[in-house]
């Protein structure tokens, strides 16, 4: 059991657990859709992922990081080397990948790039300050939720079109707004476990907005509305079983483990790890079906 924990905290600590979540979630894509997966695709997925999370933490670095209260910090800096050395191997593998694709899915790329960089950049005036998206109520979350979409769904849906491949476009949106509900309920108990954090930069989430209370029913009222979404969907029999049994699990992890201890720092990041569960269980319930 201790050394379970010791691999999942550094998979959590190392950014390689999320890595590995965008890499498999792109790939359930390919699943779904019944298509042959890019592995350049999945490669950009995974390893850009990995070198957003890892610089976005290393821009951050506070002035005395053996000094924080968080022990993932403490971590981070005390392995800093590894850090750069996982960015410079995903910036090279990044870079190849990124060669082997379409122009179309670079064009693709770089529209998501801008809009990740709207959230955090002082590129607009909101009430004649300059600020960037992340400083409109509610919008952090629904941010997340479509760039991560866009990502793991449209990526691989413009390669496979720019290929030639036929696609049928129905099912293809239909998982992109299917995701984006499933990532906002992966996602939300990040925020409510941040209330105080986010309260403290000023940064107007859900759970501020709502509270901590009703911001965990709205967690169960969107795996609600997923599994509607799922038992109505259009793909196969093994993929609609794969993707209500995740629910059913991730249902159960937020009832007795994650909002039970919701003041526990690394629970939560047990929903990255439900990202590479669906993925399991998918492969696993289509194989058997």
């Not at 060669?99 to 607009?124: D, E, K, N, R, W």
């Not at 409109?136 to 691989?156: E, N, Q």
Request: glycine share 6%.
């Amino acid at each position: 059991m201790r050394i379970l924990k010791k691999i999942y905290y550094f998979l959590v600590f190392s950014n390689l657990l999320i890595a590995l979540a965008a890499y498999v979630q792109c790939g359930l894509t390919y699943l779904i859709l019944n298509k042959s997966p890019n592995s350049f695709v999945l490669a950009i997925e995974g390893t850009a992922t990995l070198l957003l999370y890892n610089f976005s933490i290393l821009l951050s670095k506070p002035k005395k990081p053996q000094e924080s209260p968080y022990l993932r910090t403490r971590w981070i800096f005390k392995n800093e080397w590894l850090l750069w050395t996982t960015s410079i191997l995903a910036f090279g593998l990044l870079t190849y990948a990124l060669m082997q694709v379409h122009m179309y899915t670079l064009l693709f790329l770089a529209g998501i790039g801008m809009l990740s960089l709207g959230y955090t950049l002082p590129l607009f005036k909101i009430n004649g300050v300059r600020s960037g998206l992340r400083q409109l109520p509610g919008l952090k979350l629904f941010h997340i939720a479509l760039i991560w979409s866009l990502s793991s769904v449209g990526l691989p849906v413009i390669q496979l079109w720019a290929e030639g491949n036929q696609l049928d476009w129905y099912s293809a949106n239909y998982l992109g707004i299917a995701k984006i509900i499933f990532l906002l309920l992966c996602t939300l108990p990040f925020d409510i476990r941040d209330i105080r954090q986010d309260s403290y930069y000023h940064l107007k989430t859900i759970p501020n907005m709502l509270g901590e209370k009703k911001a965990i029913r709205l967690c169960y009222i969107l795996v609600l509305i997923h599994s509607v979404l799922v038992l109505c969907s259009p793909y196969d029999n093994g993929i609609v079983i794969g993707l209500f049994l995740t629910n059913l699990i991730v249902v159960l992890a937020m009832r007795f483990v994650i909002f039970q201890r919701i003041e526990r720092y690394h629970y939560v990041y047990l929903l990255d790890m439900a990202l590479i569960v669906q993925f399991l269980i998918c492969g696993l319930t289509l194989y058997i079906v």
